[in-house]
């Protein structure tokens, strides 16, 4: 097939779901980013949340502390130790808190500095203050009460709560603009993921359309044409307007479609020839042999004469006489036979319904001269109405069933008719137990004067078969014979049934 | 955490120095080569109490050591003698500038009150070295604490001394820092050498007492005789004919674990600066803080290039 030179369409549909693979995996992709930012910033700013939880941890440690150590100081009774405990436990808490925002920022070294910074200012106010006034406390409670009144730790604290103050402000920012930041990209993304379904939505629909109208059209075209083509109608034709596989495939059914009408006609215009030749043939035989019959006639009359008015003069030749007649009648016999098989199958049938039992019993009635001397014996089944001409049908018994007393083997001839549907047609056969044939010879015994043994033999001009295969044939149905060399045949044939 | 900060002291002490151009060529060449050594061990913690005259003296000894290449972190503004020396005991600090007056009387306890400087700086340090630790030289000035009153006040009452405040009728409101209440240089002492009775503290914090003094709120006011505010000469000292208020000379209490880590060349700077606090340098340097509002840092600074100490 020629090579065109446009894309095929292989290439194109490759090209396009390559195209739309891409689409789709950028797409996914990009989606992909977006989320894993979004969890990113999730992560991260529950981070600073966890840093902003730490620090809040460190101050309220740092107020308990003070609180502690004030209603320590203050407090003249015994029951001053009650005040330490809270900020003895504060103490012991607050530097795992401090390891842990120290741990929270380690990422961010502007935090990591003003945690630095917190944490040498909670370091000297807990060494430089908190622990040294417990001691003075516990030693001299007056001159410590006098050491509280200067708000030293009050002074601190607040130092330390302004530093927080701007460590949780710059980790609440960067939590926002890490949010911000996020929430743009996850909003870039949807909207490029939304962009690339829609996009995807619209190629696909494109893929559709253009296969649509690339290949689905054209292979409806063609099968449409195809199925004219089934049905009959050689003419059809597909219109070629594209130069890819399917403009290949239009130009290889219309050539497909030319070479077959082209046969049909050489067909058709043989055939009317075989059927004109073959009528010519027929008629040719017809007329010969009706032609021939008055000689013979003539011929066989004046041997009669001759007989009968010189036999005294003809001394000896009254034998040769004797051989005239008699191969006139055996031609008058193979002429009327032969007569007999051109009007079979030219002759219009008269079709009615007729039984099939009324017809094998008119056969038989003709046949009884035969049957008897062959001393047969015939079983006739129950047989069925069929659609067919009395006198052609009853010949193709009378044939068979004159064929089956013929060819006898050394044992009692027994022939055996019946009939058994079959789809529309009622196949009947004809059974006998004689010499049987070659399977090979089954085709060629229903040629016109076929035989398959010598005349000395079996008698007979051999165009019985042929006259009846002619006479099936005319009715629709078809003829054949199985058979066992030595057992016996069986010859078949279909009729039509009687319309219901 | 720490090692930032100090390298960040450490750096604005080096930037400072080098300001300082040609005279403290020398200066940096040795911290240069000492600096090595030093920066093996721990830094020295130094702390102050808290008043301006304490953190100034802070800066001075600091600064100087740094010069020297010895690493100083410095903790000013810790709180007075209770609390700062609670701290040095209790390891928080290797040295601080304490006021030895105020060491006997309130950290020793010791009331014997000696009249000479020298031996109360030998009683003081005795009592020091009972608890490891030791006092490095004295200064010159001496930053004694005194009662001031307006010169109105002191006329309209005919005061002279302590003893007349017995005279004024009512309360005698005096503003003095916190502690005053509780301590024998205060209103124990008062009270005990004085028999004043109709005396009670209004507590301020240091430095304020001279406002409050000035708008009314506080008849008497507890003063240091170094404070800036007297250069000018507008209150009324009153005398102590009964040594209430002891003289206050200043010496470094250092811890000896330091003293051995940092070696002589600690006491040899220390000792140096000490030599050069007169009277009339603190009451400058005051003035200069508390009347000019400059930062102790700059001033300590200036004065210590001025005694070709950095």
């Known amino acids: 097939m020629r090579r065109t030179l446009r894309t095929p369409i292989t290439t194109r549909v490759v090209l396009l779901s390559a195209t739309a693979s891409v689409l789709v995996g950028t797409v996914l992709v990009v989606l992909i980013v977006a989320v894993t930012g979004q969890r990113d910033a999730a992560r991260s700013a529950f981070r600073s949340q966890e840093a902003l939880t730490a620090g809040n941890q460190l101050e309220k440690s740092l107020i308990t502390i003070e609180n502690g150590l004030r209603g320590f100081v203050a407090s003249g009774s015994r029951s001053r130790e009650r005040f330490l405990q809270p900020a003895t436990r504060a103490l012991a808490a607050y530097p795992r808190d401090l390891r842990r925002l120290e741990g929270l920022v380690a990422d961010d070294p502007g935090q990591q500095e003003r945690v630095d910074r917190i944490a040498v200012a909670i370091d000297d106010y807990v060494r430089l203050w908190a622990r040294p006034l417990i001691e003075l406390g516990k030693t001299r409670p007056a001159a410590a009460r006098s050491v509280v009144v200067t708000n030293g730790g009050r002074e601190r604290l607040d130092e330390i709560n302004r530093q927080f103050g701007s460590l949780f402000a710059r980790e609440r920012q960067v939590i926002r603009s890490r949010e911000d930041r996020a929430e743009q990209r996850s909003a870039r993304a949807i909207a490029f993921g939304v962009g690339g379904l829609v996009l995807v939505l619209v190629l696909t629909v494109a893929v559709t359309m253009y296969l649509r109208r690339a290949v689905v059209r054209p292979v409806v075209t063609v099968a449409e044409a195809t199925g004219r083509l089934a049905s009959g109608e050689l003419s059809a034709r597909v219109p070629i307007e594209r130069h890819d596989e399917l403009g290949d495939l239009a130009r290889g059914f219309n050539a497909m479609a030319d070479s077959l009408e082209q046969n049909r006609a050489e067909l058709e215009r043989s055939n009317a020839e075989l059927l004109r030749s073959n009528a010519e043939l027929d008629q040719f035989a017809s007329v010969t042999s009706h032609d021939l019959q008055a000689p013979l006639t003539t011929i066989s009359m004046y041997a009669e004469l001759i007989e009968r008015r010189h036999a005294a003069d003809l001394n000896g030749g009254i034998a040769l006489v004797d051989g005239i007649r008699t191969a006139t009648q055996e031609a008058r016999t193979l002429i009327r036979d032969l007569l007999e098989y051109s009007r079979a199958g030219r002759r219009p049938l008269t079709l009615e319904e007729v039984p099939a039992g009324e017809l094998v019993g008119r056969a038989l009635e003709a046949l009884a001269g035969p049957v008897a001397a062959a001393q047969a014996q015939v079983t006739v089944d129950a047989l069925p109405v069929v659609t067919a001409d009395r006198a052609s049908v009853t010949r193709v018994f009378q044939n068979l069933v004159g064929n089956a007393v013929k060819f006898t083997a050394d044992r009692p001839p027994e022939v055996a008719i019946g009939a058994e549907r079959d789809g529309r047609m009622w196949r009947f056969w004809v059974r006998d137990n004689g010499i049987g044939m070659d399977p090979a010879d089954a085709e060629r015994i229903f040629v016109p004067f076929k035989r398959l043994h010598g005349e000395e033999a079996y008698p007979g001009t051999g165009i019985g078969l042929a006259i009846c295969e002619r006479i099936v044939t005319q009715h629709g149905g078809r003829i054949w014979v199985t058979s066992t060399p030595g057992a016996g045949s069986e010859f078949s044939f279909t009729l039509p049934a009687a319309e219901a | ?310």
């Open chain 2, 1 to 310: 955490m720490r090692r930032a900060l100090v390298g960040v002291l450490l750096a604005l002490a080096l930037a400072i120095g080098g300001c300082g151009g040609g005279d403290g060529g020398s200066g940096d060449a040795t911290t240069s080569s000492t600096s090595g050594d030093a920066a093996a061990g721990p830094p020295l913690r130094m702390g102050t109490k808290n008043f301006p005259e304490a953190v100034l003296l802070g800066e001075l000894y600091s600064q100087a050591l740094r010069a020297k290449g010895v690493r100083v972190v410095l903790k000013p503004n810790i709180g007075s003698s209770e609390i700062i020396h609670e701290a040095l005991t209790g390891g928080a600090l290797d040295i601080y500038p304490e006021y030895i007056g105020v060491l006997l009387s309130e950290v020793a306890n010791d009331r014997s009150r000696p009249g000479d400087p020298r031996a109360a700086y030998r009683a003081a340090k005795a009592f020091e070295e009972r608890n490891g630790f030791t006092l490095l030289g004295m200064t010159p000035f001496s930053d004694s604490n005194a009662l001031a009153v307006t010169p109105e006040f002191a006329r309209e009452h005919d005061l002279r001394t302590i003893a007349d405040l017995r005279r004024v009728p009512g309360t005698v409101r005096i503003g003095a820092p916190p502690e005053f209440a509780t301590r024998f240089e205060g209103l124990v002492g008062l009270r005990q050498r004085y028999g004043l009775r109709n005396v009670h503290t209004t507590a301020l914090a240091i430095g304020r007492q001279y406002a409050a003094l000035d708008a009314g709120r506080v008849d008497a006011a507890a003063v240091f005789t170094t404070d800036g505010q007297l250069s000018r000469k507008r209150y009324v000292l009153l005398e102590d004919p009964r040594g209430v208020f002891a003289a206050q000379h200043v010496a470094p209490v250092v811890s000896r674990a330091a003293l051995r880590a940092h070696g002589p060349q600690l006491t040899q700077v220390a000792d140096a600066v000490s030599r050069r606090l007169t009277a009339p340098a603190m009451r400058r340097m005051n003035a200069a803080l508390v009347l000019e509002g400059r930062e102790p840092r700059a001033v300590a600074d200036e004065f210590l290039r001025q005694a070709k100490l950095k």
